[in-house]
């Protein structure tokens, strides 16, 4: 069987579903025939619902996130636009369509107090990015047709372990948060987002790496590279932040390691799919 896909969002994340679109790896038809894209304002909610409703996608996997914590601290209507209402709107359309919804979540819901997080637990976000996303959740749950997936530390060509990469080839001191998370390379995601779409479960389901502090990762990056692990140093706090981070915000995987069936989990293997 053949679907239709809609791929919102061209970041980390929506680049290697795309990637997998056009490998021909999976029977999905794509709805941009060029290759090339369509330019979309999610915050033009009009134009959301109209390109959902003339696609009429079987599928639609929305990455589109404002992920930047401190942005989302000082620009909170943005913030709400993005990852809230866009949400709202695709839900409505998707209604419509009767399209299957595949919404990517974070661990930042949660405060972080305890770690190891389960599908069921009570989030109790700490910064308005973790409580937009939120909202965010509470809309495509609101729809029967869809499943959330929650994730942490998604990470391809940018982001801190790509920054770690970087400065310690450049001989430079790397500063890592001591909290903990359970990071994941965009490519074992987006494969297993593409699974999920094959079970059509609906619900919650975390789908990240194996749980695992900055510092930790960091000093493992460098002895896979064989960099200079003296160069990396463990911090309380990000000089600079804005917002509030939870310090172990790490989700428990064990509900998707059961249904997957691959490794899609462990810190060496998404440390292969880190591209700098």
């Not at 795309?18 to 915050?43: E, F, M, R, S």
């Not at 033009?44 to 696609?55: A, G, H, P, Q, R």
């Not at 942005?71 to 990852?83: H, P």
Request: aromatic content about 10%; some cysteine.
């Amino acid at each position: 069987m053949s679907y239709k896909l809609l791929i919102l969002g061209s970041g980390q994340l929506g680049t290697e579903l795309i990637q997998l679109a056009k490998d021909g790896a999976y029977t999905y038809h794509k709805l941009d025939p060029l290759g090339k894209g369509i330019q979309l304002d999610v915050t033009n909610f009009d134009l959301v619902e109209d390109l959902i409703i003339k696609l009429s996608p079987d599928i639609i996997i929305n990455t589109v996130a404002l992920t930047d914590v401190d942005k989302c601290e000082k620009e909170r209507n943005l913030a709400i636009k993005i990852n809230a209402e866009a949400v709202k709107h695709i839900v409505r359309a998707s209604r419509v369509s009767s399209s299957y919804l595949v919404h990517i979540s974070t661990d930042y819901v949660f405060d972080g107090r305890k770690g190891l997080y389960k599908e069921d637990d009570e989030p109790n976000p700490i910064n308005y990015y973790g409580l937009s996303k939120l909202l965010g959740e509470t809309y495509a749950l609101s729809y029967d047709d869809s499943i959330i997936i929650r994730t942490s530390g998604i990470f391809r060509h940018k982001g801190f372990l790509a920054t770690v990469v970087k400065q310690l080839k450049s001989g430079k001191q790397v500063y890592a948060y001591k909290g903990y998370y359970s990071p994941i390379s965009a490519k074992l995601l987006a494969e297993s987002i593409v699974k999920v779409i094959e079970l059509r479960k609906t619900g919650i389901i975390n789908i990240a790496g194996e749980r695992i502090s900055r510092y930790e990762i960091a000093i493992k990056i460098a002895k896979m590279l064989n960099l200079n692990i003296n160069d990396i140093h463990e911090i309380d706090k990000g000089g600079d932040w804005l917002a509030a981070r939870p310090f172990d915000s790490s989700l428990d995987i064990s509900k998707a390691k059961a249904l997957l069936g691959f490794d899609f989990y462990s810190i060496e293997n998404n440390i292969r799919y880190l591209i700098v």
